[in-house]
Structures are given as C-alpha cells and as structure tokens.
C-alpha cells in the first residue's frame, strides 16, 4: 500500500480557523505558539476536533471519562504542532516524548519514526501506533487533565493524514493555502454515526490504521487536484476540496474517539500510587509547571496537579524506580512498590544545587526516556549542538549561567530569542572552559532564553557535569 510521510512547519502567512490555540497559554494564537506571524498547519483542528466530539456526544464513554477536560481537546489537538515549547503551566513535549519516542535523534512529529519504506515520515504504523496505546494509557491510569492531552496528541496526528500537503508531500509555498484555505466553521459531519473500531486494544488499532490508509489514500487523490487550483490561486474552486478533506478527518476522529472510549472498560486493573510533591517554587511563569512523575524502566508518567498531588491508577503490581522532576529542584529518585491496593508516597524534592536553576535536567541525571539520551536536552539538527528547555524571560531581566565543565574543547552560549524554537536570535553570549560563569541582561523583545553547548562530541555530559539558568525576580 503506498504511503505518503511528512509535515513541515515552515513560513506561510495564513489565516487559521477560529479557536486557533486559544486556551493553550492564555488565549495566544497559534501563529503565536508556532513562529511569531509565521504558520504552516492544518488551520481547522479545533473544528474537526469538536465535529468528532459532538458526533459521540456528551454521554459517550470518553466524554464522561474526560469529562469537563473534554472541551480542552480543541486545544489539546495542537500539542504535536508546539514541541519544544511552554504552555502556561506545562511543557508540550511532556505529552509527546517517552521511552518509546525520546527526543533523539530528531524532534519534529514529522521526522520521529522510521517508515516501512526506510524513511523518517509521520505517516507510519510505529507513530499512530505508540500514540493510541500511549492514549489509552493516559485514560486508563491519569487524571483527565493529563488523559486529555495524550488524546488530543492522537487526534492531531490521525487529523492530520487529511491535511491535503501532508498526503502529496508538498512542503512549498503551496502547503499552507493548501490546508488553510478553510472556513473552519464550515466542516460538520452532522448525522454521522461515529463507530467503535474494535473490542480490544490490538484489533481496534488494526482497524483503526486501516481507517488511517483508506483517508490517506483518498486525500492524496482529492490533493493531487487541490494543488494546481491552489498554484492557480484559485480558492473558490480548492476550497470545497479542502473541505471534503476536512470533514473525512472529523470523521477518522470521531470513530477513534468513540473506539478510545469503548476500550475504557477493558483494562484489567491493578494498584493505585499516588502522594503528593513537595519542593520549592521558582519565581516566574516556570513557577507554576507542576513536578513531572514517573517510573523507570517504563512508559509510566504525569504531570502532578496545581497542588502538587500525582495519581496513577491500574499500576500492574510490583517495585518501581519513581522519578521525578521540577523547575528549582533536583532529580528525585525513590524505590516504591505498589500492590492490588492503595500506595501512597509522597516525594520531597532536593532543591536545585544552583538556587533558583530553572531547568529541569541540569545535571543530566534524568534518562527515562533512553539510556542513549538526555531527558529536556535537544540536539539541533545533525550538528554538535546541544540546547537546554526554554527559559521565559522579560527585556532587562538580569539572567545568570553557572556551569561545572568536564573537559575543555567546547563552548557554552547563553541566547535570547523571540520565541522557544525558532524566533529571531536577539543576542547571543559565549561561555568557554574553564570560565563557569556569565551574567547577561535579557535585550528589548526578548521573550525566551535557553543555552546551547557547541562541538559536543557526543552526549552534552561528555562536555559539562552541571547547568544552571537564573532568572531574577
């Protein structure tokens, strides 16, 4: 069966239905989210996402699973769109990395998994399959805050295999009118019966990626015509086509979600562990993101809640190496067994060896999601660079570097930028062994800042014992 791979954020002025990422952080767009004024995304995800939601309905299973949360998968659904960045209380990448998908080599959805045909693509088996099971996992063992999330990540990417570009591989400056040529308000599959795919995990995700190959393959054919009166520029002819595309997405998103629903009841239990994190706040917006939890050797993990409680449900018996990280805090570890009942731990965070470290792997300590990689640490590209998380910050802060080198042979630079990934690099200040510390003022329109470690050789911790980033009040 052919397949078609790929999305490719890049910059295309385009209007984006309405309902864009607002909710995500503070009602910012997702033009905002992506490149400052630049986008190239499927615009109507929050409208396919709520057809697929009114289609199952109120009373469905997964909606009264998710509950209230339920209305937050109009913003959910961008989450694959905004890797590498911050929500107001979370990082995106928490719902899209684990031991199954870490962060290395590549960080775009769209080049993460090797395809049947020996390239990297986002319309693979592997993807869509990690992510249902991964979906089904958040449903079955967290909260519906964090559930909503994993499934909004799934519903992004099975939207997307009807985004026209996506299915055709156009990657130029035809790929965002080709998906953006949209009243989002006009997509409805009103009347449509969503359908439960399968009666148990591996059967319904079977079908499930067949009903994935059978939009694929029509949404090649509709965006072989939709390219040339895009070319063209004529919209009122590609926009019906476009259409089309959208309303068969609603459809796919609306049987998985009934499927993830109907799968709900069809785990086979296991012990509760929850407890809750105790550790010190940063000052700023990172104050505010909540310990990330999780269990070695696993794909287990939550982000805790505003008050700093974690729970995990249906925990198959048995001992656990718990992890945990938070901004101003050290990695914790713990040993902690969990049997057919109730376990309660709670967790104490060693405070950060630099006070006030705003990154949350500073010492590198935290591998959970490979022994090959550096949990919150990204390699740029194929070069030998490493970068650190983003660090929001204001023009004037006064911001401050500490670093414990290994060896000498690289160099450290502080940069500040207009966004978390891409943006304008505003300024930039070099760090090189054996000086370990660097003071820099935030410039005019700086809104981010994060550290980059240059000639790495291989791991960053080859280079560097200790990272820290301070930001003043």
């Given amino acids: 069966m052919k397949k078609h791979f790929g999305l490719s954020l890049r910059p295309v002025g385009r209007h984006v239905s309405a309902g864009g ?3 995500l952080r503070g009602g910012l767009t997702l033009a905002g989210l992506l490149f400052a004024g630049t986008l190239s995304a499927w615009g109507p995800h929050p409208d396919i996402t709520m057809n697929a939601v009114a289609a199952i309905g109120p009373d469905a299973p997964l909606a009264r699973a998710l509950g209230t949360e339920t209305a937050q998968l109009r913003n959910t659904c961008w989450i694959p769109d905004v890797w590498m960045q911050l929500s107001g209380t979370y990082y995106f990448d928490d719902y899209l990395f684990t031991p199954e ?13 090797l395809c049947e045909n020996g390239k990297y693509g986002q319309h693979s088996k592997v993807l869509f399959s990690h992510y249902f099971r991964r979906a089904l996992q958040a449903l079955r063992t967290e909260n519906a805050q964090n559930a909503a999330r994993w499934v909004g990540a799934l519903l992004h ?25 949209l009243n989002g308000k006009q997509i409805s599959i009103a009347g449509y019966v969503p359908r439960v795919l399968g009666n148990d995990d591996a059967s319904a995700f079977e079908a499930y990626w067949a009903n994935q190959e ?34 068969a997405s609603a459809r796919n998103a609306a049987d998985l979600c009934a499927t993830l629903g109907a799968l709900l009841g069809t785990d086979s239990g296991g012990g509760v562990l929850q407890g809750r994190v105790t550790s010190e706040t940063v000052p700023g917006p990172l104050g505010g993101v909540p310990a990330k939890v999780m269990l070695a050797g696993t794909s287990y993990s939550t982000l805790a809640d505003a008050k700093g409680v974690y729970r995990f449900r249906n925990l198959p018996p048995g001992t656990y190496r718990l992890l945990a990280v938070r901004p101003g805090s050290e ?18 965070m060693p405070p950060a060896r630099v006070s006030g470290n705003l990154l949350r ?5 935290l591998r959970w999601t490979s022994p ?7 390699q740029r590209g194929r070069d030998r660079i490493w970068r650190t998380e983003a660090v929001p910050v204001k023009p004037g802060q006064n911001c401050r570097v500490h670093l414990e080198w290994k060896r000498p042979g690289t160099e450290a630079v502080l940069r500040f930028t207009t966004h978390e990934r891409e943006g304008k690099r505003l300024a930039e200040h070099a760090l090189a062994h054996p ?7 935030a410039p005019d329109k700086a809104t981010h800042a994060h550290i980059e470690v240059k000639g790495c050789a291989g791991l960053p911790d080859a280079e560097l014992a200790y990272v820290a980033l301070t930001v003043e009040k």
Wanted: proline share 9%; hydrophobic share 40%; with cysteine.
């Fill in 21 to 23: 990422c607002a909710g």
């Fill in 101 to 113: 998908r870490p962060t290395h080599p590549h960080t775009s959805h769209s080049h993460s998994f």
């Fill in 157 to 181: 990417f099975t939207e997307d295999t009807g985004a026209p570009p996506h299915a055709i591989l156009e990657h130029g400056p035809l790929h965002g009118p080709m998906e953006n040529w």
């Fill in 214 to 247: 059978r939009l694929n393959n029509e949404t090649i054919e509709i965006a072989n015509r939709i390219k040339p009166l895009v070319a063209a520029g004529d919209r009122a002819a590609a926009e019906p086509l476009i259409l089309m595309c959208a309303n």
């Fill in 331 to 348: 990695l914790f570890e713990g040993p902690v067994t969990v049997s057919g009942a109730e376990t309660v731990y709670d967790i104490v």
């Fill in 361 to 365: 792997n500073p010492a590198f300590a």
């Fill in 372 to 378: 090959d990689h550096r949990d919150m640490w990204y």
């Fill in 435 to 441: 000086d370990s510390r660097l003071e820099a003022v």
